[in-house]
């Protein structure tokens, strides 16, 4: 069974950074694309970035290129997000995921490429 455990969440003004946490445990963490998404209130949740399983790719969401960046430490079983620059509709619930396949890294933007997921962490930028 995976458990993925989200941190880092919290309170910043607009313009502040913040580094989300998600640390992995269970199935064979290096072997699994990871992902982030976010879901504020009364709407959908949505792909924020995405690293592949080796780590040499990256996707991200056109909302926050330039942004954010996403990144993994398998020797920690954590994977990261950087936020820089946050704007009030960043604020969400961020969520981690796993890969469903391992050693593969199949549309990464999609949720239903996610089979483990978080409890998810408050992000809430004031303006």
């Known amino acids: 069974q995976v458990q993925l455990v989200e941190s880092g969440g919290g309170l910043v003004q607009a313009g502040g950074s913040l580094r989300l946490s998600c640390a992995a445990s269970?199935?064979?963490?290096?072997?699994?694309?990871m992902g982030w998404f976010r879901q504020a209130p009364g709407k959908e949740r949505e792909f924020v970035a995405a690293?592949?399983?080796?780590?040499?790719?990256?996707y991200y969401a056109d909302f926050v290129k330039g942004r954010f960046t996403i990144s993994r430490d398998n020797a920690k079983n954590t994977v990261y997000l950087q936020m820089n620059s946050l704007k009030p509709e960043d604020t969400a619930v961020y969520y981690c995921?796993?890969?469903?396949?391992?050693?593969?890294?199949?549309?990464?933007?999609?949720?239903?490429?996610?089979?483990?997921w978080g409890q998810g962490t408050q992000v809430t930028v004031s303006s």
């Open positions: 995921a796993q890969g469903r396949y391992l050693r593969r890294d199949y549309s990464l933007t999609s949720r239903d490429a996610y089979d483990y």
């Open positions: 690293i592949s399983w080796s780590g040499g790719n990256t």
């Open positions: 269970g199935r064979s963490f290096s072997m699994a694309a």
